[in-house]
């Protein structure tokens, strides 16, 4: 069975930052590209980053580029999410998902992160 655990979120002043973590299990991540995505109040949900280890491709939306990164841990079976410099805009409910690509944006998604709350007070 597909699992995605993620943590890391927390509440944290503007300029501060957090690491995101999403546990994966059922699977390899070499079977899966893994995408993280946020949805804040009255907004769409959006990719913001995503890997692919098996081609080590990464990609983030322009609004977190240099910014954020994302990493992962093939040891462990955990993508991470390293977030500074965060703003209040960035304030979410962050999602991992299994997706089935990462190239120029995120590809479809498989699976689904129960989400972490990630709030950036002014």
């Known amino acids: 069975q597909v699992q995605l655990v993620e943590s890391g979120g927390g509440l944290v002043q503007s300029g501060g930052s957090l690491r995101l973590s999403c546990a994966a299990s059922?699977?390899?991540?070499?079977?899966?590209?893994i995408g993280w995505f946020r949805q804040a109040p009255g907004k769409e949900r959006e990719g913001v980053s995503c890997?692919?280890?098996?081609?080590?491709?990464?990609y983030y939306t322009g609004s977190v580029k240099g910014r954020f990164t994302i990493t992962g841990d093939t040891v462990k079976n955990t993508v991470y999410l390293q977030m500074n410099s965060l703003k209040p805009d960035d304030t979410a409910v962050y999602y991992c998902a299994t997706i089935k690509r990462c190239l120029v944006g995120l590809g479809p998604v498989y699976y689904w992160g129960q989400g972490t709350q990630v709030t950036v007070s002014s």
């Open positions: 890997i692919s280890s098996s081609t080590g491709a990464t």
């Open positions: 059922g699977f390899t991540l070499d079977s899966y590209a």
